[in-house]
């Protein structure tokens, strides 16, 4: 969670302000809320969504009989300082209905996880550590990163051939990830790639 310090104008709305929290992995949209200060310190300090209820007139943490508790990954104050926005984790389904968001869609996609992986590796060639593997590639050349990539590759394509799932689901994860590590030693985003896609797809 952020250590950053949030400075909202609760005096701007009468001393709430709304909370968007949004699934930290998958990035959809879960529920709204209302904090007041306490409400944001304690969500702070406990790294548990706390909201202020305005039908209860109390404090009130996500999960709380539930057990389908918010854990806090980031919080961020928008432009205006009046609306924060809450990455978090979800315990479990997020509406007392028992879907997965309040807005009734669901919450299923692990995509947004492609994300982390990047920063992880990002920071893996930012700053070396000698018992990472990751860092280790970074050291060892572009030529390696790329040959790794080619290896997977191979590995993948002989998996393919066979009824094994789950060998197949590992070659694949490991392509994804040396190929990503060659994305970095290559200064490219993914999002750059995904741009390319994006234009092919408009022709």
């Excluded at 109390?58 to 300082?81: A, Y």
């Excluded at 050349?141 to 051939?161: D, F, M, P, R, T």
Aim: with cysteine.
């Amino acid at each position: 969670m952020s250590n950053d310090p949030l400075q909202p104008d609760f005096a701007k709305t009468d001393g709430l302000i709304p909370a968007i929290v949004q699934d930290a992995v998958s990035q959809k949209v879960l529920m709204l809320g209302y904090m007041n200060a306490e409400a944001l310190r304690q969500t702070q300090e406990q790294g548990r969504v706390t909201f202020w209820s305005r039908s209860k007139g109390r404090l009130w943490t996500k999960g709380e009989s539930s057990g389908n508790f918010l854990e806090v990954d980031s919080i961020s104050l928008d432009c205006d300082r009046d609306t924060l926005l809450i990455k978090a984790r979800p315990a479990g389904p997020v509406c007392h209905t028992g879907a997965d968001t309040c807005f009734m869609e669901t919450n299923s996609s692990r995509t947004g996880f492609i994300d982390q992986l990047r920063n992880i590796i990002k920071d893996r060639k930012l700053n070396p550590s000698d018992a990472s593997y990751t860092t280790s590639l970074f050291q060892k050349g572009i030529n390696k990163v790329a040959q790794k990539v080619g290896e997977e590759a191979v590995e993948l394509v002989i998996e393919a051939k066979d009824d094994n799932r789950e060998l197949f689901l590992g070659e694949a994860a490991d392509l994804l990830f040396h190929y990503l590590i060659l994305l970095e030693a290559k200064g490219i985003e993914l999002d750059e790639v995904v741009g390319v896609l994006e234009q092919r797809h408009r022709k």
